[in-house]
């Protein structure tokens, strides 16, 4: 009969919380995978903020279910909305609606319990959700730029790229990607989804030394950033160069008029031409300005998405957990609350959008049958 194992022995294969043979990677504390309960669970986190952070989850959850429901129905039964844009802000609010349905209940009820009760199989399908729905927003808020990029920088391109069909190619591709960088660790390949009792919670482990955890928050920064930056600067610069170039007209016409006698055909024909020039310019000088509408609404979204997910990264890349705990939860709440947040923002920042909503409630008020071109 074999000796049992020294207490300061780490043996080769422990047991999971669920039973599943895990080897530990080199230096990984042997308690990770010891029985979690509500002695260890969440032990370095004040009660009351604990508490504080389930409570705002619920009202996130209902206020998310309830604003995200609504801007899909809005939004989709607007005949003048039909456009690319509103078919990726309905997606974002797609993914919103399935995180405020799914996720944050299940992290309400754990920060109230300090305990993971649900079973394995919810422990692997919790963090599925909860970081593919966070890909697809991130991935819709990166498609919306592109969208006003082609459109304004490159407009004949725009009607042949952005035709039905290929918007839901686009959305399904969405999709499909954020779904497939979370095969690595859920068939174990890179990193593996599991418990984790440092933060009381379902998420991405390492496995053997590797995981795809770091690279997800990190790309979740640099990937909409450079798109964001390329493509408003370039916006920006288009939008500038049409305002100086309906000045330069103005100025030209102004100067026409008065040196020029519309005697003869010529100079009649003439007059016409510089008049058609000048209004095509104040038309483009027109819509310029409403895209610039729309553009700052989607830049607060952005900046409103970067804001709520910087804490909660910044805790995650630098792995400091453990040392800063009432900014871990604080990030949750950050990244919970972007998921309820961008209703409330259509809303204040777009008059057309702000229509949608109450068209949706008052079906007579506001009749606008014209189709957008946009």
């Not at 004040?46 to 998310?64: E, H, S, Y």
């Not at 899909?72 to 607007?78: G, H, N």
């Not at 593996?192 to 795809?212: E, F, H, Q, W």
């Not at 026409?256 to 038309?283: D, G, L, P």
């Amino acid at each position: 009969m074999s000796s049992p194992t020294s207490s300061n022995e780490i043996p080769e294969w422990v047991m999971s919380p669920f039973g599943n043979n895990t080897t530990l990677d080199e230096g990984e504390d042997l308690k990770q995978f010891g029985t979690h309960g509500n002695d260890t669970v969440f032990s370095q986190y004040p009660p009351q903020l604990m508490d504080f952070a389930a409570a705002c989850f619920i009202v996130f959850a209902v206020v998310g279910v309830f604003g995200n429901f609504v801007s899909i129905l809005a939004l989709s039964k607007s005949q003048k909305l039909r456009n690319a844009t509103t078919a990726f802000i309905v997606n974002l609010c797609v993914a919103d609606l399935l995180f405020c349905g799914f996720s944050m209940p299940l992290s309400a009820l754990t920060f109230l319990e300090r305990d993971w009760n649900y079973g394995e199989v919810l422990c692997k399908l919790f963090p599925l959700v909860r970081y593919s729905n966070g890909a697809v927003s991130l991935f819709s808020v990166i498609a919306i730029t592109i969208n006003r990029y082609i459109l304004i920088v490159h407009p004949t391109l725009y009607r042949e790229m952005y035709k039905a069909r290929n918007i839901a190619i686009m959305i399904g591709l969405i999709w499909i990607s954020a779904l497939a960088l979370l095969l690595f660790p859920l068939f174990e390949v890179w990193g593996r989804l599991g418990y984790d009792p440092k933060v009381g919670t379902c998420t991405i482990l390492k496995l053997n030394g590797r995981s795809p955890k770091m690279t997800i928050y990190g790309a979740a920064f640099g990937l909409p950033s450079l798109v964001f930056l390329v493509c408003y600067s370039k916006i920006f610069w288009v939008v500038h160069k049409t305002a100086l170039k309906v000045k330069k007209d103005s100025i030209d016409h102004a100067t026409i008029q008065n040196f020029i006698t519309f005697s003869s055909k010529k100079c009649v024909f003439w007059k016409n031409y510089r008049h058609s020039q000048m209004e095509n310019a104040k038309i483009s000088l027109k819509r310029s300005k409403q895209e610039l509408k729309v553009l700052k609404m989607l830049m607060i979204i952005f900046v409103t998405f970067i804001l709520c997910y910087f804490p909660v990264s910044f805790v995650k890349i630098f792995k400091k957990e453990d040392d800063w705990p009432i900014l871990n939860i604080l990030g949750y709440l950050g990244v919970y609350f972007s998921n309820i947040i961008n209703p409330v923002i259509y809303i204040v920042m777009s008059n057309e959008y702000r229509k949608a909503y109450m068209q949706l409630f008052c079906p007579n008020a506001n009749r606008t049958p014209k189709s957008s071109v946009i």
